[in-house]
């Protein structure tokens, strides 16, 4: 049963619900032949990279098999005259990115957790470098996939575009697993930067600190990350990795190329917080002490679990227009100070993306109650202000009601999409949208 368990949701307060069998695949056949019995016999397969994903993805509600790709991990090629990669799916982006080491290339998402290359895939992840450097979509190139009836398609190729038919590599990209397995992927790698400087400001608002940096992108300022601590967070990472930041509203910021080019960066961002009360702006190129200030942002979860270690951390995101930035994020903030809850936010706030943390008390139903209404207001607010209820967290089962209202009738093309490719509904059911039947419409009815 341990086994099963660790291979389903684990990550937050969604109900555990293992599969009936777990399987490690070490190569894509192994994988093919076992979809090809899984689809004989109707029963469900949900893929397992590391068990990093936050909104319930790896859960098997119907039981079924569970494929573990983590073993799955050969580097197959990378091409330095071309700047690709090609990994197979349980390789993780630490791991790739130790590889490239000596050949001045580096694969730049940085979603925070060290999730394998085709978790990434499935989810469309993103993190702290990708307002600069894209999402997975814009860096996966090409994919193997196993389809649900076993079948291994690949999709894409090595150039840098098509106009070749349907575009299903982007078709599969945050399909969250429903619609095949990713065993093989191509990703574009980019030159690592000859200098990186990185800092941190701060203001004496959220608001203030969100306006700085919607101006920051309009102004076309190369930035290469640019991350939201709130004053709680900041607390938080103070006590966790022994920052001593004052704990105010914090930006983290970083900037890659030349010598000058950096430094030409840095001034300009001066500049421009200062219309916006920014102060104490600190920025050089000293590895140790950048290396402490990333650590610290990516170790921001576990700092604001400390905080209240009896409670359980649900993390959900939001991702709007830039221009709507500061409006959402403020009154995000309001709403969690209202409801007297605790909810350190942090953000890409260069992508206009956005996390809360909310550490709950799940044996409270009052507080899981304040909880829900929060998350149900922020998903509303976000889509209503032109965004959407997640920029990278994906839907999985935690999401699923806020569907509807953002895509509206679109969600029959998907549907219609899914039946096309799944007919049988095999693959990681339960995910995205409500199955016929299926009752699990409340964080609440799913808490630990």
Sequence with gaps: MTTREQHAHTTTWLLNQPADAVLTAKHKYDVADAVKICYEYHMPVIAFGIGSSLEGQLNAPYGGLCIDMSQMDEVVAINEEDLTATVQAGVTREVLNDYLRATGLFFPL?????????????????????????????????????????????????????????????????SEGTLGIVTEVTVKLFGQPEVIGSGTCHFPSIDMACQATIATI?????????????????????????????????????????????????????????????????????????????????????????????????STDACVPISRLAECVTQTQAD????????????????????????????????????????????????????????????GQGKRKYMQKEHGTAIGVMQAIKQAIDPRGIMNPGKIWFDLGDNATSTNESKT
Excluded at 135 to 153: A, F, Y
Excluded at 219 to 233: S, V
Excluded at 364 to 388: C, F, P
């Design 218 to 314: 309009q102004m076309c300022l190369p930035i290469a990350r640019i991350e939201l601590l709130d004053p709680i967070q900041i607390r938080a990472c103070n006590q966790y990795s022994g920052l001593s930041l004052p704990e105010k509203a914090t930006l983290f910021v970083e900037f890659h190329g030349t010598k000058q080019s950096v430094a030409e960066q840095a001034n300009l961002f001066e500049q421009i917080i200062e219309d916006f009360g920014g102060s104490d702006f600190e920025w050089g190129s000293d590895e140790a002490v950048r290396k402490k200030l990333w650590s610290a942002r990516h170790h921001a979860y576990y700092a604001a679990c400390a905080l209240r270690p009896t409670a359980r951390g649900l």
């Design 110 to 174: 940085d979603p925070g957790a060290n999730a394998t290359i085709g978790g990434m895939v499935a989810t469309r992840a993103s993190g702290t470098n990708a307002v600069r450097y894209g999402t997975m979509k814009e860096v996966v190139l090409s994919l193997e996939v196993v389809l649900p009836t076993g079948e291994i398609i690949k999709t894409g190729t090595r150039a840098k575009k098509s106009s070749a038919g349907y575009d299903l590599t982007r078709l599969i990209v945050g």
């Design 336 to 395: 969690i100070q209202k409801s007297g809850m605790l909810a350190p936010i942090v953000g890409h706030v260069g992508d206009g993306n956005f996390h809360v943390l909310l550490l709950v008390d799940t044996n409270n139903d009052e507080e899981l109650k304040k909880a829900e209404e929060i998350l149900e207001r922020l998903a509303v607010r976000a889509i209503e202000m032109g965004g959407t209820c997640t920029g990278e967290h994906g839907i």
